[in-house]
């Protein structure tokens, strides 16, 4: 079902990747998520794979053959229905400038839409903390 057992290039995911909800390729935040994956040692690539897709390893031919592909979503934290779009754009527009703080959530995702939530972290640091959590978490829909 899964494809090779290899290390993944992750220049091939990122040119196969998509963006939701204001990231976009050289967003701050993005720029900063494909430098600390591609740092990664490839047991926790391997991790970050089967967090995002619920595989540990790339498809056979590369990513291109991904479906759906992979998407990395902008989210907010949490805040109430009334306020979520206002708060949605400042946030947005603040991470685009590096303004603000860190956010505490994690990054979580759904496996059936290969699909990423990513916070907008100020600290390429704090991604990589945070990311590494994540995948190495061991748990799977109720960290969502």
Known sequence: MCGEDADFDVADLRKH???EGGYFDQHATIRAFWQVLADLEPKE???FLKFVTSCSKPPVGGFQHLTPPLTIRFVTEEVSAEENQSVHIRQVFGSMFGIGKDKTRLPTSSTCFNLLKLPAYKKKSTLKEKLRY???SGT???LS
């Open 45 to 47: 690539k391997k991790a």
């Open 17 to 19: 990747a998509r963006y």
């Open 134 to 136: 994540a995948i190495n």
């Open 140 to 142: 799977g829909f109720e």
